[in-house]
């Protein structure tokens, strides 16, 4: 296993402690966006602990971030499970970040100034480099400000967005986000709808930003859909979501 964390610091020291509850915590957050730790799948804090090399005290404070997101639920004298959304509420989120984010879009094109417009373009820049878009496996987005969702929608100013979007279904969503990504052609196609909302940000045209955005939502619950619409045997995120 890749996310393997290993000691450094002496647990013996609280603030060395939190340090390494944080490193377990982002492992096993990438462990499950990745799917590395399947929606659904249960498992004990033994052997959650053996896994990645923690104690029990950093491995609790990780597992209760990871409940806070809506990521782990915990099941009384088994274990933890890694949260599943059913097709239905998977497709419920997606329609509502559709009437959210192009809302996000739309004011994020008269808020954000230039600074913030050009911290995009790098943003997509660093993106683009990444090997697994350029070789079209994947369009993976590590959390808060080098995704480009949560971006626009801090850009839009707006606490109520904020506080919907990125204070609850972004965390829900992400493990979704990436394996839907891994769909062939559907990387690169992600990369450019998002250099097109940022142009459309920079030329502060907010209804073509909220088109932009809502049809790129869209593009995504399309392609989430037609993953569903495969035979169970042949779709492996059909089969435990």
């Known amino acids: 296993m890749s996310g393997l964390v290993q000691l450094s610091t002496s647990e013996a020291d609280p ?41 029990r005290g950093p491995l609790r404070e990780a597992l209760r971030r990871l409940e806070g997101r809506q990521l782990l639920s915990r099941i009384p004298h088994v274990g933890v499970r890694v949260m599943a959304l059913s097709y239905a509420q998977l497709i419920e989120i997606y329609q509502v970040r559709e009437v959210l984010e192009s809302m ?8 954000m100034d230039d600074t913030q417009v050009q911290r995009l373009r790098q943003l997509l820049q660093l993106h683009e480099q990444q090997a697994e878009l ?45 394996q839907f990504s891994v769909t062939e052609g559907r ?15 920079a030329e502060r045209d907010g209804e073509m930003a909220a088109l932009l955005m809502q049809r790129h939502i869209a593009a995504a619950r399309r392609n989430v859909e037609e993953h569903f619409a495969e035979p169970a045997e042949h779709d492996p995120m059909r089969s435990r979501v």
């Not at 990745?34 to 053996?50: D, H, I, N, P, T």
């Not at 996000?104 to 008269?110: E, P, Q, V």
């Not at 904020?162 to 965390?171: K, S």
């Open 187 to 201: 990387p690169h196609k992600a990369w450019q709808e998002h250099h097109r909302i940022v142009e459309a940000i």
């Open 104 to 111: 996000a879009a739309r004011l994020a094109a008269t808020a």
């Open 134 to 178: 350029q070789e079209g496996r994947a369009y993976f987005q590590s959390e808060g400000d080098l995704d480009f969702h949560y971006r626009i929608v801090q850009g839009s100013g707006n606490k109520v967005l904020i506080q919907m979007l990125c204070g609850e279904l972004y965390h829900r969503v992400r493990l979704y986000r990436y």
């Open 15 to 55: 603030a060395a402690a939190q340090t390494l509850a944080d490193r377990v915590f982002a492992a096993i957050q990438d462990a499950i966006i990745k799917g590395e730790l399947q929606a659904g799948s249960k498992m004990s804090e033994a052997e959650l602990a053996a896994r990645y090399g923690v104690s």
